[in-house]
């Protein structure tokens, strides 16, 4: 099959798009496929080809305050060009808003199949970076970009909800895998603890970009509970703001490679406090380290935490439950233990090679669906 994959985010920028491209490339070249990759230009430190296939940079500019998010205003008949040099077999659009809307708009042009991987509740997004006003908008703008599509993936039953709620057509499921072999309980790193927690406190963890919408600023709420330290991995615009609001609170930068399952694996509780999560990856990884997860009951954690059992969803805002979870489960051993075992059985088997078997039946079904409409057409 030949795929043309158009994302929002590719590398350098590392995000949940840009993770989730990644996997589906190397997935694609394991089994024979080809792809291409679109991308918005990132100053040219974007890379020239990623699992052996090309990535294709195109014309764009960084959001002020946040260079690493880029848009693109590249053309639809550049697009165009593109498509018919490639002859793709579907088109995968990623988390599609700009550079998307116009791939879509080409590709109907074309008559290529199009399956549309929904993954950032933008809409939401700009009311928390104090556009409120602009959600409406934006909510049009989903719809017109995904009506253009031949079916729409949505990452989580709330996330699909969602979108069937704004009248978007043709909505299925897609989650994430998880890598299990590269996120294991076994690479805790007792020196590291002992660095990080000199005393032997417990270690809460939260892994995500330091932005507005992550609402890491709710972990306050856990940052005088005794015989602890508070562990934030990540990276971004409110990194400043946020270490002088949780000054005793240990900021490692972002990580990657071996450094982030180690440090993961090395946490004892893991919160992930942010609301509009459409699934919530970090939150995975982290019940593959065998750490038990509290996150508030919205978006993508519903799927994923399994309260009582996993770990504890709270009422979004409800701080104080948020705490008195993170206290319990910090407080019993036996518990946070049996939560860490159920936590790794749930996610071991979500790998991303049964993932990106699901989503080539979903590309499957795009293009019979094309091909039966134009029959249709032609009788």
């Not at 949940?16 to 024979?32: A, F, I, N, P």
């Not at 550049?78 to 700009?98: G, K, Q, S, T």
């Not at 890598?179 to 963890?205: L, M, N, Q, Y």
Request: aromatic share 6%; glycine share 8%; charged share 20%.
């Amino acid at each position: 099959m030949r795929v043309a994959i158009f994302t929002e985010s590719f590398l350098p920028a590392i995000n949940g798009v840009t993770h989730s491209v990644m996997r589906v490339l190397e997935y694609l070249r394991d089994e024979g496929h080809q792809a291409m990759v679109i991308a918005p230009a990132s100053g040219g430190r974007e890379p020239s080809e990623y699992a052996g296939f090309p990535v294709i940079p195109v014309a764009a500019v960084g959001l002020p305050g946040y260079q690493d998010v880029r848009v693109s205003g590249t053309t639809q008949l550049r697009l165009e060009r593109l498509l018919e040099d490639f002859h793709p077999d579907v088109l995968h659009l990623a988390a599609p808003i700009a550079l998307g809307h116009r791939a879509a708009l080409a590709a109907n042009w074309l008559g290529i199949p199009v399956v549309a991987i929904y993954q950032t509740d933008v809409p939401s997004y700009a009311a928390r970076y104090g556009f409120a006003g602009a959600e409406t908008l934006l909510w049009w703008r989903v719809r017109q970009i995904h009506t253009q599509a031949t079916m729409t993936l949505a990452p989580s039953t709330h996330s699909r909800a969602q979108l069937l709620e704004h009248n978007i057509p043709r909505v299925g499921l897609w989650g994430r895998g998880v890598d299990s072999v590269r996120f294991d309980p076994a690479k805790r790193d007792e020196d590291w603890r002992r660095r990080v927690a000199p005393h032997g406190e417990r270690i809460i963890g939260c892994v995500g970009r330091l932005a507005p919408e992550k609402q890491i600023g709710d972990l306050q709420a856990l940052a005088d509970l005794p015989d602890t330290k508070l562990v934030i991995v990540g990276d971004g615009p409110l990194r400043a703001d946020l270490e002088a609001f949780l000054p005793t609170a240990h900021f490692t930068g972002q990580l990657t490679g071996t450094a982030l399952p180690r440090v993961m694996a090395s946490m004892d509780v893991f919160v992930h406090p942010g609301e509009l999560e459409t699934f919530g990856q970090s939150i995975q990884e982290a019940m593959a380290s065998g750490l038990p997860v509290v996150a508030p009951a919205k978006g993508g954690p519903i799927d994923l935490v399994n309260s009582s059992r996993t770990g504890w969803l709270y009422a979004p805002g409800d701080l104080a439950t948020m705490r008195r979870h993170v206290r319990d489960l910090l407080g019993d051993d036996r518990k946070r233990a049996a939560f860490s075992v159920e936590a790794r059985l749930s996610v071991k088997d979500r790998t991303w090679g049964r993932l990106c078997d699901d989503l080539m039946g979903h590309y499957r079904e795009a293009i019979a669906e094309v091909t039966t409409s134009r029959q249709r057409l032609s009788a």
